[in-house]
């Protein structure tokens, strides 16, 4: 079993974590720059990196603080390589080099989306695999099917816009403000699911992709149309919208795998009706369903060690002085080691 620590600076948190065992939180840091984008609307990528570069210290002692451990603990180091913005995952990553070649701790570099997966080990240790994932966040919404930690196959994922973005846009539209996920979770309490038939974009028969940029259009159309509008009916029904798609193509990749396990996460996991909804499909479905704790599903660095572990476990030295010094971050979208398999018979 080691002590692993996670660090992750892929877009506009910066994180680091200490785990155990790949299961056991000792603490997990996070500091937001909520406060440095807001006024932009989105996330301002030369701002990101900076504010990285400030935080990334502070948020490392506070890490080790907190765990009350110090380097001479910590087994191994793990870091986000990629995706992410290319100058904020430079930070993490350049950082990571440094702390594992000054203190000889073992690197592994770790696939972001990875990371997301294995949030669900934080949440429920014993998870057995396999199971079906259901990845939904700023830059992604992707369907997996993991028949082990480290084989993940595609079942499907968007095709334009993530559903993540999708709420950003809307939030934005709206006047609402950045971060706009959390936003219209807020204000969508307050209005009429209904009152707005926004479009369920399925895609073709038994097609597991997914599609955010039409239903994006039909806000801005309708908002546009019936000036003045009531916002919280808006963002309610179109919250109502990408729900309703998410659930029933989660529920349709685990009738299609026979998979009796789904697991839920990335930052719109964090999102109270997708979890109310969800939780109701699966449980009539007779589905075991793990969506872990709102502070797991959004970017944070204990998800990065869980990633790790597994891989630790099956060699612990990480990478030799060589591979360490000519790591660099990858913008590329892959999981790493090739893993990311297109699903026979994907699409009919
Ligand atoms: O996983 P994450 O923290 O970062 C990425 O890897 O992208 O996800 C961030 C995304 C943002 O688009 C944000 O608006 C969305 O997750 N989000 C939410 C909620 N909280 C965060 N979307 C809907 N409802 C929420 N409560
Ligand atoms: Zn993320």
Excluded at 131 to 147: A, I, M, N, P, R
Excluded at 208 to 228: M, N
Excluded at 229 to 242: K, L, P, R, Y
Excluded at 288 to 313: E, F, K, S
């Amino acid at each position: 079993m080691a002590r692993i620590l996670g660090i992750d600076t892929s877009c506009d948190d910066t994180s680091i974590a200490v785990v155990d065992g790949g299961t056991t939180i000792l603490s997990n840091i996070v500091a937001s720059q909520v406060e440095v984008h807001h006024r932009y609307g989105g996330v301002v990528p030369e701002l990101a990196c900076r504010k990285h570069i400030e935080a990334i210290g502070p948020v490392y002692q506070a890490a080790l603080e907190e765990a009350g451990v110090t380097m001479a603990d910590i087994d191994a180091i793990a870091v986000t390589r990629n995706p992410g913005l290319i100058g904020a995952l430079l930070v993490g990553l350049s950082f990571a080099k440094a702390l594992a070649y000054a203190t000889h701790t073992p690197l592994f570099p770790v696939n972001h989306l990875e990371g997301h997966i294995c949030s669900a080990f934080l949440e429920v240790p014993d998870l057995a695999c396999p199971f079906v994932c259901l990845v939904v966040s700023g830059g992604h919404t992707d369907l997996y099917y993991c028949e082990a930690p480290g084989t993940y196959r595609l079942l499907g994922e968007t095709r334009d816009d993530a559903a993540g973005e999708a709420f950003d846009k809307v939030s934005k539209l709206l006047g609402l403000g950045y971060p706009g996920g959390p936003m219209i979770d807020r204000l969508a309490r307050e209005g009429k699911p209904t009152a707005v038939r926004f479009p369920r974009a399925y895609l073709e028969k038994d097609s597991l992709d997914f599609s955010f940029s039409g239903i994006k259009t039909s806000v801005l159309h309708y908002v546009r149309q019936h000036a003045p509008t009531q916002v919280a009916d808006v963002a309610a029904s179109f919250q109502q919208a990408v729900v309703d798609v998410l659930v029933d193509k989660t529920l349709a990749a685990a009738r299609y795998c026979a998979a009796s396990r789904v697991v839920v996460t990335g930052g719109v996991a964090a999102n109270s009706q997708l979890r109310r909804e969800m939780r109701t499909a699966c449980a009539a479905a007779g589905l075991q369903l793990v969506i872990p704790h709102p502070r797991l599903c959004t970017d944070n660095g204990a998800m990065i060690a869980a990633a790790a572990h597994w891989r630790w476990l099956g060699d612990p030295t990480g990478l030799d002085e060589a591979a360490l010094l000519g790591i660099d971050a990858a913008s590329d979208d892959q999981l790493a080691d090739g893993s990311l398999i297109a699903w026979p018979n994907q699409r009919t």
